[in-house]
């Protein structure tokens, strides 16, 4: 005889049915709520840490679910950032005009690849594009010739100090160390009207939920089961007739747009954008997101990447000069505690409330066993 169906039950098969209808309208009411709960200073906070969430997606499709581990997503970050930062320039000139770093190096004429960018849709377009474009060529590049592992990693982080160097040697057309700063436009919109921070904070929430939401179909779809595939049995995928580096470049260049378009939102959210935001060290500090919160499930990088920014945030404030060793020892902790990120615990409280329950479920069980063991008797 089938036990009665409570409601609670019929409520949580409900929501595990409609699981991502759920949590995604739970999101969507989320980030209405914010704006209305923070004070702007914070709330522009929220929106910068959502710019570093995208490139955390982004490596949690690449890493987590490829296992290519990509130390050099700043690269990428700051394509997209440096594509925005050039249009909201162009923006502000006139006619003729060129920025004030060019003109103390004596420029008259904005370069060309300055004039591509000048239109709203080819740069809004392009902060993807360039990003995921140049991926793909280096994934053919390296994947086809069978690189991977360590030596990937170091490739991608040698590849971000080279465009980092690459940006401050081209200090006549990039600003060099100083970058591209005092935006006071997005758009046509003005920067400085509250309204408009808050416009760009949700372009910048609804952004992340959409790379979420395309992560969790990917991870859902065939192309999910051989990128899955790849990372655990190349060699078998290759026997099969499937080519493992194609796939590689795929999700490696999907990574790479997430990120650009991180970097683009970055620009008028924070102000300015500069090689010491894209260097190694912030490429490390993004992939710190990713580990903590975990790189193998959907909203792992996600949350681990606004509590790392968050921690960082704070702890600078209130210990300037040791915020550092601090984050550097709650990295260390969950590598040693929990190597794979936070999200391994998230079947922690079932866990515990069938341990609370088992006690009384098995002696119920027992009971009833006993009873069926006298009757056949």
Sequence with gaps: MNAPTTSSGVAGAFISKYRAWFGTAVTIVLIFLMPAVLS????????????????????????????????????FFGLGAYVMAIHLKLEELGPGEVPDFMAQYGITQLPGFWELFRNPVIAAISVAVVPGVIAAILGILVFGRGVRGAYFAILSQALVAAFSVLLIGQSKTTGGANGLSDFSGFFGYD????????????????????????????????????????RDQENRMKFLGYNPASIKVFAFSLAAMFAGIGGAMFVPVVGIISPSDIGVTPSILMLAGVVIGGRTTLLGPVIGTLLVRFA???????????????????????IAFAPMGLGQFKGVWPWLVEKIKGGSVGATAAGAAGQAKAVEA
């Design 40 to 75: 702007t200073y914070s709330l522009g906070l929220l929106a910068k840490y959502l710019c570093y969430a995208m490139v955390a997606v982004g490596i949690g499709l690449a890493w987590g679910q490829g296992g290519m581990l990509t130390l050099g997503q700043g690269m």
């Design 191 to 230: 920067l400085t009207d509250p309204a408009n921070k808050t416009m760009i904070y949700f372009i910048c929430a609804f952004l992340t939920l959409g790379m979420v939401l395309i992560v969790r179909w990917i991870r859902g779809s065939f192309m999910g089961e051989l990128i899955i595939g790849v």
């Design 312 to 334: 960082e945030t704070q702890l600078s404030d209130a210990y300037p000069s040791a915020w550092t060793y601090i984050e550097g020892l709650m990295f260390i902790l969950v």
